[in-house]
């Protein structure tokens, strides 16, 4: 029962490190496509599906930054839904004051996204013209449950409606409806330490709006949709605090506020880990079975039984060598072979020749 039990865990590691690399593209902060060291402003595209996700994570580059403060903008743009932004992880620099309230040396901020603006297409902003969220910075709070209403959305006709009928969110999320968020990642001018440990990890997911599940499209709380292979994956895709993709899901929700489940590091080392732990014990296996199927009959100082009875076993004087094989014996006359010979001369004529004369 124990090996069937550790074979299923090992399949569901595997199962969840495949579907995340499958259903999301992944860009490192280094990578030019994200924080450019042009002026153009870089612009991630969101698509359906099992294309409809994208997560941007740090990998050293802060600590590559230098003396030098850093300021990264780019825009995150879906198709014909909206756009939500998770922080799956975060450890930002945070300092004092003279006040003593907390200040942030390196901070996210997210915006709404204009999809024709050719302004912004070459990072060019007036300083009025967006609307940036609060900083976000600190670290990530995985038992926290205060949620933050969302502000309500403007129509094409100009009136306010609350879209998402007062569902709270987590502090770690920004919802966008009209389908791009702007991003902004600063870090200070200070040098980033090792020991400091700032890191960033956000994932970004198209949705659509709903009443009810749609085909391959669910529900995740509130009037939200998401494809359903997002769901219990280790990747917190919806905002919502009550009812999040990565936990119980149902009439008695409220039963299970225990805030929004993040993916660590250390449980990203882990399953790595695990992982490459089993594919070494599936290479050990086939090695041993190679060497027991080429090696282990010639070994055998007996033959298996279904051979030994498939196979006549051979007579001592078969397998005796040849240089022991007996001569064949001397042919010597035997005594009634003896009795039958004519008469000797000598009885015959015992007077000689010359007595007949």
Same mark, same amino acid.
């Given at each position: 029962?124990?090996?069937?039990?550790?074979?299923?865990?090992?399949?569901?590691?595997?199962?969840?490190?495949?579907?995340?690399?499958?259903?999301?593209?992944?860009?490192?902060?280094?990578?030019?496509?994200?924080?450019?060291?042009?002026?153009?402003?870089?612009?991630?595209?969101?698509?359906?599906?099992?294309?409809?996700?994208?997560?941007?994570?740090?990998?050293?580059?802060?600590?590559?930054?230098?003396?030098?403060?850093?300021?990264?903008?780019?825009?995150?743009?879906?198709?014909?839904?909206?756009?939500?932004?998770?922080?799956?992880?975060?450890?930002?620099?945070?300092?004092?004051?003279?006040?003593?309230?907390?200040?942030?040396?390196?901070?996210?901020?997210?915006?709404?996204?204009?999809?024709?603006?050719?302004?912004?297409?070459?990072?060019?902003?007036?300083?009025?013209?967006?609307?940036?969220?609060?900083?976000?910075?600190?670290?990530?709070?995985?038992?926290?449950?205060?949620?933050?209403?969302?502000?309500?959305?403007?129509?094409?006709?100009?009136?306010?409606?609350?879209?998402?009928?007062?569902?709270?969110?987590?502090?770690?999320?920004?919802?966008?409806?009209?389908?791009?968020?702007?991003?902004?990642?600063?870090?200070?001018?200070?040098?980033?330490?090792?020991?400091?440990?700032?890191?960033?990890?956000?994932?970004?997911?198209?949705?659509?709006?709903?009443?009810?599940?749609?085909?391959?499209?669910?529900?995740?709380?509130?009037?939200?949709?998401?494809?359903?292979?997002?769901?219990?994956?280790?990747?917190?895709?919806?905002?919502?605090?009550?009812?999040?993709?990565?936990?119980?899901?149902?009439?008695?929700?409220?039963?299970?506020?225990?805030?929004?489940?993040?993916?660590?590091?250390?449980?990203?080392?882990?399953?790595?880990?695990?992982?490459?732990?089993?594919?070494?014990?599936?290479?050990?296996?086939?090695?041993?079975?190679?060497?027991?199927?080429? +090696?282990?009959? *010639?070994?055998?100082?007996?033959? @298996?039984?279904?051979?030994? $009875?498939?196979?006549?076993? /051979?007579?001592? #004087?078969?397998?005796?060598?040849?240089? +022991?094989?007996? *001569?064949?014996?001397?042919?010597? @006359?035997?005594?009634?072979? $003896?009795?039958?010979?004519? /008469?000797?001369? #000598?009885?015959?004529?015992?007077?000689?020749?010359?007595?007949?004369?």
């Amino acid at each position: 029962m124990q090996a069937t039990d550790s074979f299923v865990f090992m399949c569901m590691i595997i199962c969840s490190v495949i579907k995340q690399g499958y259903f999301y593209t992944e860009y490192l902060l280094e990578n030019d496509k994200v924080c450019s060291i042009l002026l153009k402003k870089r612009t991630l595209w969101l698509g359906y599906e099992n294309k409809s996700g994208i997560i941007v994570r740090e990998e050293k580059f802060f600590q590559k930054i230098g003396k030098h403060a850093l300021d990264c903008t780019f825009t995150v743009q879906g198709g014909n839904g909206g756009v939500v932004a998770v922080i799956q992880q975060m450890k930002f620099r945070t300092g004092q004051t003279g006040s003593g309230n907390t200040s942030c040396i390196d901070y996210v901020q997210f915006s709404p996204g204009d999809k024709h603006d050719l302004l912004s297409t070459f990072n060019i902003q007036f300083k009025d013209s967006v609307k940036w969220s609060p900083q976000y910075c600190g670290e990530v709070d995985l038992s926290n449950t205060d949620g933050k209403n969302l502000p309500p959305m403007e129509t094409p006709n100009g009136k306010e409606v609350d879209a998402y009928e007062n569902n709270p969110i987590g502090q770690n999320t920004y919802v966008e409806p009209n389908g791009a968020i702007s991003v902004k990642i600063h870090i200070g001018e200070d040098p980033v330490d090792p020991s400091d440990g700032v890191t960033l990890k956000i994932a970004f997911t198209s949705f659509q709006a709903c009443r009810y599940n749609m085909g391959v499209y669910k529900m995740c709380g509130g009037p939200m949709c998401i494809w359903k292979d997002y769901f219990d994956d280790d990747v917190v895709n919806c905002p919502f605090i009550d009812c999040t993709d990565e936990r119980p899901c149902g009439t008695d929700y409220n039963d299970h506020k225990l805030g929004i489940g993040l993916v660590t590091g250390l449980g990203t080392k882990v399953l790595l880990g695990a992982v490459a732990g089993i594919f070494t014990m599936v290479f050990v296996l086939i090695l041993f079975f190679w060497a027991f199927h080429y +090696c282990g009959f *010639l070994c055998s100082t007996r033959p @298996p039984r279904n051979l030994t $009875e498939l196979t006549s076993v /051979p007579r001592e #004087e078969d397998v005796r060598p040849a240089s +022991c094989t007996p *001569l064949t014996p001397v042919l010597t @006359p035997s005594s009634g072979e $003896e009795k039958d010979l004519p /008469p000797a001369y #000598e009885t015959l004529f015992p007077q000689g020749p010359d007595s007949g004369r």
